[in-house]
């Protein structure tokens, strides 16, 4: 069976593929405890970002929202979806579009922070009780040595 993966994106104000989106993030946070976020908080956050969004035949499997200045807000993978390279992928775009590209990872969240290191953000800083249950997060950002100046490298040889 052939799948066709399409990249589609939901522009600041637009928030045509919420739903979806919220639902996604729900199954990751009651398989994984992640992406802990209040439906409110979610949905306001979303509808002020540019959603990157990745479809499977029309059934949502990725999303990235990043703000303005490139602070990536959510990342997620269905759980089924995972090892495709989908969340590099959406990190590509959206490093491609920002200068600089930044983000917070819970501090327990291990997979998390291995993926991003991987790709070549650095931990800049420990926030202690930065979540709203007193968890504390790393503060990420992109790096030199990074996917951006990776694909720099092969795009423009």
């Given at each position: ?13 637009d928030?045509e ?6 639902e ?29 969004l990745l ?18 807000l ?8 995972r ?13 491609e579009e ?9 501090s ?9 290191k991987h790709?070549?953000?650095?931990v800049k800083?420990?926030?202690n ?9 790393y503060?990420l950002?992109?790096?030199?040595d ?10 423009h040889?």
């Open positions: 069976m052939s799948v066709t993966v399409e990249k589609r994106i939901d522009q600041p104000g928030a593929h919420v739903s979806a989106t919220w996604l993030k729900e199954t990751i946070r009651k398989e994984e405890g992640v992406l802990r976020q209040r439906r409110g908080f979610f949905t306001d956050a979303y509808r002020r970002s540019r959603a990157h479809f499977e035949n029309d059934d949502l499997v990725a999303f990235a929202c990043v703000r303005r200045d490139g602070y990536l959510f990342l997620g993978v269905a759980p089924d979806a090892g495709r390279g989908y969340a590099q992928r959406l990190i590509a775009d959206i490093a920002h200068r600089s590209v930044t983000c917070h990872a819970r327990t969240n291990e997979n998390a922070i291995g993926f991003y790709l070549g953000f650095e800083r420990r926030i009780d930065y979540y709203e249950d007193g968890g504390d997060a503060y950002k992109l790096g030199r990074s996917l951006r100046d990776r694909l720099a490298d092969i795009v040889g």
